[in-house]
């Protein structure tokens, strides 16, 4: 562990949470602003517009406190998050937080699988393409890597839902079956999307394993390990892919967070009832305080995995614990 000023790993932690919740602020600020996009009186748009009835307008104006200031109306809905009370839906009976929490899983489950399916791939495709430099097996992760990321993952889901769902019919196209209901259901309804996206993001971290890699074996003391006698497979084994995989820590969480974004769109495709679903109908609905709900949970989800990220990266490297 480092030592000096800043350099323990608590002073890090404690520094990267401080960060952390003064962005959560800023993103709070930012998503309560939302109300204020929409034109004239939110109250009438939310409404109907000119066909607003005035108890419809009245009734949106108390449930939304417009008839407050905007730092009055912020602190009250902040105050609220924070206790985890989101609001109400204003279309539909219910609040906003119950009904996330019942869709957060299926979302968490979709983006949690695409990274497995990344990490599996990706890895192994990274070290054998930063080992053999040069070679048809690098080449060919090189080129592979570069169509993955080209590819985006709503195109890839309707291909894959063609060849696998309707064409030879192994896995289902549209549904969703419970875990607690049937585990094999629940893997068969997600492998279409996890593939999907997983795809993308083991291209991107096998770029960057390969990039570190080559950076690492390229280094002196490399050379010094393999000049005192230890043979290639320790010396990979035991130093270059320990400080090649740091950053790729960083990488996979970056990940993570683009690909539990990225499900809203995936799960329109094989009609998922998570996040997607739900936030796509509250947009047609222009029901703000679910619109609210669902960006703010996204986006403290993701400030969170970079949290645990930037942890994991500086217990791995206590360099980074002085920046």
Do not use: C
């Amino acid at each position: 562990m480092a030592s000096g000023r800043g350099g323990s790993l608590p002073s890090f932690i404690a520094r990267r949470l401080l960060i952390s919740i003064l962005l959560l602020f800023l993103i709070s600020l930012g998503i309560f602003s939302l109300i204020l996009i929409l034109p004239g009186n939110p109250a009438i748009a939310l409404a109907g517009g000119t066909k607003a009835t005035p108890a419809e307008i009245a009734k949106i104006t108390a449930q939304l406190h417009l008839n407050q200031g905007f730092f009055a109306q912020y602190w009250r809905w902040l105050s609220g998050a924070v206790h985890g009370n989101l609001g109400q839906s204003l279309f539909q009976n219910g609040s906003v937080a119950s009904s996330i929490a019942a869709r957060f899983p299926v979302t968490f489950a979709v983006a949690a699988g695409g990274m497995v399916i990344a990490i599996l791939l990706g890895l192994p495709a990274g070290i054998i393409s930063g080992i053999r430099q040069g070679t048809a097996r690098d080449r060919a992760v090189t080129i592979g890597s570069s169509i993955a990321v080209a590819i985006p993952d709503f195109w890839l889901a309707i291909l894959l839902v063609i060849i696998f769902a309707v064409k030879l019919e192994w896995l289902p196209a549209l549904g969703y079956t419970p875990f607690t209901q049937s585990p094999f259901e629940w893997f068969k309804d997600l492998l279409l999307p996890w593939v999907a996206l997983g795809i993308g993001g083991s291209a991107v971290i096998a770029r960057q394993v390969r990039g570190a890699l080559i950076d690492t074996l390229d280094q002196d003391y490399m050379r010094t390990a393999l000049a005192k006698g230890l043979t290639p497979r320790m010396v990979i084994g035991k130093h270059a892919l320990k400080n090649a995989l740091s950053p790729a820590v960083t990488v996979i969480g970056i990940q993570f967070g683009y690909l539990l974004g990225g499900t809203l769109i995936i799960e329109q495709i094989f009609s998922l009832p998570g996040l997607g679903t739900y936030i796509i109908q509250a947009i047609n609905d222009k029901d703000i305080p679910e619109i609210q709900g669902v960006v703010l949970v996204v986006a403290v989800s993701f400030i969170i995995i970079n949290l645990i990220v930037d942890v994991i990266y500086g217990y791995l490297n206590p360099k980074v614990r002085l920046a």
